[in-house]
């Protein structure tokens, strides 16, 4: 598979994955991340994300709340477009929706 940083097309790198077609996430070694320049934020924005709903929650007494993430890429692929992920945290059930 091609590897690149979306940011800067012209980094990119071929690089050999097992493909699991059920799988919700891919993981790329560090060290190729950091030479296309590659941040892994996404990870971070959504534990972000899930602890600002859950304290949402808890200020408003309720017990689950949806959390939409909005990509700013071009999208490539319309099956990911509403992709659907369920959580717990802190007793709260929230269900993280990708836009």
Request: net charge positive.
């Amino acid at each position: 598979l091609t590897v690149a940083n979306i940011t800067d097309m012209e980094k990119q790198q071929e690089v050999s994955f097992f493909v699991d077609t059920g799988a919700t996430r891919a993981w790329i070694p560090q060290n190729i991340a950091e030479q296309l320049g590659i941040t892994p934020i996404g990870k971070d924005a959504l534990k972000k994300g899930k602890a600002q709903l859950a304290d949402y929650l808890d200020r408003m007494s309720l017990g689950s709340g949806y959390l939409l993430i909005f990509s700013r890429a071009k999208i490539t692929d319309w099956d990911t477009v509403g992709k659907r992920e369920k959580y717990e945290v802190r007793g709260k059930k929230i269900e993280v929706i990708y836009m």
